[in-house]
Antibody
């Protein structure tokens, strides 16, 4: 079975950094792009970033460009989201999803809270 | 950016009755490869999103056949033929033809 398991969410002060991880299993990880999607409390879904299967191309929402970096380690079946210069508006649940357009499998999410 | 506009944003439904959600995009969602990358997701209370429909009208495995998607170009619809209690939640359309990927605001379906 395909499984995606996020971790790394925490309470962090504004301006701080956090690295989220997503452990993938049950499929050929190196064949798929991977995506991060976030959801502020009580709000809708927002695409954050996508990394293609080879890792050679990445895409970012304007709201996180220059602050967040997506990466992957296909030897470990992991995808990461390094988040720097965090702002209160970055608070929310962060989901890992499989694919660049389909997002057929999602993890359970990891909660990031940016507050002093 | 492509703006996705859903209506209604709140949809009171009656069990056993049909329901329909509209999604309109500010640009055509036809990709240069000929596909239209319009997906529908369901998010039940307290759960992660779940994909129901991909590329306009393809139902995912395990999704009840009471769910159907249709549309083309900039105008799309998700229909539930007979609403069941487990269908309560928020439904999102999402376009993956253009970067950045964008979602509709979500439609809350409640009994």
């Amino acid at each position: 079975d395909v499984q995606l398991l996020e971790s790394g969410g925490d309470l962090v002060q504004p301006g701080g950094s956090l690295r989220l991880s997503c452990a993938a299993s049950g499929f050929t990880f190196s064949s798929y792009a991977m995506t991060w999607v976030r959801q502020a409390p009580g709000k809708g879904l927002e695409w954050v970033s996508t990394i293609i299967s080879s890792g050679e191309a990445t895409y970012y929402a304007d709201s996180v460009k220059g602050r967040f970096t997506i990466s992957r380690d296909s030897s470990k079946n992991m995808v990461y989201l390094q988040m720097n210069s965090l702002r209160p508006e970055d608070t929310g649940m962060f989901y890992c999803a499989r694919g660049s357009w389909g997002w057929d499998y999602w993890g359970q999410g990891t909660l990031v809270t940016v507050s002093s | 950016d492509v703006v996705m506009t859903q209506s209604p944003l709140s949809l009171p439904v009656t069990l056993g009755q049909p329901a329909s959600i509209s999604c309109r995009s500010s640009q055509s969602l036809v990709h240069s490869d000929g596909n239209t990358y319009l997906n529908w997701f369901q998010q039940r209370p307290g759960q992660s999103p779940r994909r129901l429909i991909y590329k306009v009208s393809n139902r995912d495995s395990g999704v009840p056949d009471r769910f159907s998607g249709s549309g083309s170009g900039t105008d799309f619809t998700l229909k539930i033929s007979r609403v069941e209690a487990e269908d309560v939640g928020v439904y999102y359309c999402m376009q993956a033809t253009h970067w950045p990927r964008t979602f509709g605001q979500g439609t809350k379906v409640e009994i």
